[in-house]
């Protein structure tokens, strides 16, 4: 079975990869979810992030949205203490006030699903590349997006990070055109 090559380095890797990664995504607790671990990844790598996906959770209480944006400055700095994620302040409290901006997009779109993925028209765009060198790290899409999520007060989502929230949620397509995901990626 050939898949794309970066998931061949480990098997929390290729799991995700084989059962995840790149496949249309919704629901807003699930899409806040990879928004905030694209996030805590920015200058690491995503195995780390993979390998304290359980941790998040347990710390951010699944990615519920609304109990996210109540933690209390308290809770925040309880996190920091927490060896099983990303230590960074400006990281842990990124996820409260990107809760707060989810709540915000929430109300004046009806779902954090309905306006992120209105950035594709409701579609993966199906990129096949052939190689890791066909992939770039950002896009004018990643632009756009980036700008706009700022301006509703999202953190740490800059271009590069949402090119791979993107590719992470299956809004952009990016299997290698061998890989065995490629065709399960595009309904």
């Known amino acids: 079975m050939r898949r794309c090559s970066w998931a061949e380095s480990s098997d929390s890797e290729r799991d995700y990869h084989d059962s995840e990664w790149g496949r249309p995504l919704h629901g807003d607790q699930a899409l806040f979810e990879f928004l905030c671990l694209e996030g805590a990844q920015a200058g690491l790598s995503w195995r780390t992030i993979l390998e304290k996906r359980a941790n998040y959770r347990r710390v951010f209480h699944n990615f519920d949205i609304d109990r996210c944006a109540r933690l ?65 790290a950002s896009t004018e899409l990643s632009d756009r997006l ?17 090119y791979a929230f993107l590719q992470a949620t299956g809004m952009v397509n990016d299997h290698f055109a061998d890989c065995f995901c490629r065709t399960q990626a595009t309904p």
């Not at 915000?104 to 199906?126: C, M, N, T």
């Not at 980036?146 to 949402?162: D, E, H, N, Q, W």
């Open 72 to 136: 209390s400055d308290k809770a925040l700095e309880k996190a920091l203490l927490d060896a099983g994620i990303v230590r960074n302040r400006l990281k842990v409290y990124a996820v409260r006030r990107n809760a707060l901006a989810a709540q915000a997009v929430q109300k004046e779109h009806g779902s954090l699903d309905a306006y992120l993925w209105s950035f594709v028209d409701g579609r993966p765009i199906d990129n096949a590349p052939r190689q890791r060198g066909d992939v770039p």
């Open 146 to 162: 980036s700008k706009a999520l700022k301006k509703k007060g999202f953190t740490f989502v800059g271009t590069t990070i949402c």
